[in-house]
């Protein structure tokens, strides 16, 4: 029974599913604090996520049709690559298109995320479940405290692999490590007062 749970609750809030639910609530959060909020239309904003999405989930497939035998890490190496890939391009599309600082953030903030992750995860299970909930639900939590409910989807995802039997306890608490780690080294560049990231966020603030 509790494993059961626990495997739902890893299902319904796996990371192709969970970091897509953070990223439409920052872009709506960033289309409400942009001066001009009709340019571009909030669908506009969308319809590019879309389009980065399905390539991620295109790098993602592409291990089993590429290789004959994939190995037991394959499917979470492939599932990180094909996250940085989809979000290099919003990246790339926010800066080009200027449409506001936050989402590029988030974006810096899972591309490193990936690469520690991408280097481990041949050698060490570290949780990509447990990994890609704290990244985006943390920096949304350090963007606006109204995000810090999200919270609770990493913490839950601790618990819930090893009981689902997915993964060791250090494999789960690691993952959370990971993000912490990057959360922090991503605070500490950005620094706390002068940067965009702040001061996008305060200006929608109450």
Same mark, same amino acid.
């Given at each position: 029974?509790?494993?059961?749970?626990?495997?739902?609750?890893?299902?319904?809030?796996?990371?192709?599913?969970?970091?897509?639910?953070?990223?439409?609530?920052?872009?709506?959060?960033?289309?409400?604090?942009?001066?001009?909020?009709?340019?571009?239309?909030?669908?506009?904003?969308?319809?590019?996520?879309?389009?980065?999405?399905?390539?991620?989930?295109?790098?993602?497939?592409?291990?089993?049709?590429?290789?004959?035998?994939?190995?037991?890490?394959?499917?979470?190496?492939?599932?990180?690559? =094909?996250?940085? #890939?989809?979000?290099? $391009?919003?990246? %790339?599309?926010?800066?080009?298109?200027?449409? &506001?600082? +936050? @989402?590029? /953030?988030?974006?810096a903030v899972l591309l490193g995320l990936t690469v520690p992750h991408l280097l481990l995860t041949p050698f060490w299970d570290v949780s990509s479940h447990v990994a890609y909930a704290a990244?985006?639900?943390?920096?949304?939590?350090?963007?606006?405290?109204?995000?810090?409910?999200?919270?609770?989807?990493?913490? =839950?995802?601790? #618990?819930?692999?090893? $009981?689902?039997? %997915?993964?060791?306890?250090?494999?789960?608490? &690691?993952? +959370? @490590?990971? /993000?912490?780690?990057?959360?922090?080294?991503?605070?500490y560049v950005r620094g706390r007062e002068s940067d965009a990231f702040n001061t996008a966020a305060r200006e929608i603030r109450p």
């Open positions: 029974m509790v494993s059961s749970v626990a495997g739902t609750f890893s299902a319904v809030f796996a990371p192709e599913y969970f970091v897509l639910l953070c990223t439409l609530a920052l872009i709506g959060y960033e289309w409400r604090a942009a001066p001009a909020r009709n340019y571009p239309g909030l669908a506009v904003r969308v319809g590019a996520l879309t389009a980065a999405w399905a390539v991620a989930y295109v790098v993602y497939d592409a291990g089993p049709v590429l290789f004959d035998t994939v190995p037991e890490w394959g499917p979470d190496f492939t599932g990180s690559l =094909g996250i940085a #890939v989809g979000f290099f $391009l919003l990246w %790339a599309v926010w800066r080009l298109r200027v449409w &506001g600082p +936050l @989402l590029p /953030a988030l974006s990244a985006p639900a943390g920096y949304l939590a350090l963007l606006d405290r109204r995000f810090s409910p999200l919270l609770a989807v990493p913490v =839950g995802m601790v #618990v819930a692999r090893p $009981l689902a039997g %997915a993964h060791t306890w250090p494999e789960s608490i &690691g993952g +959370l @490590l990971l /993000a912490a780690g990057v959360l922090a080294c991503f605070r």
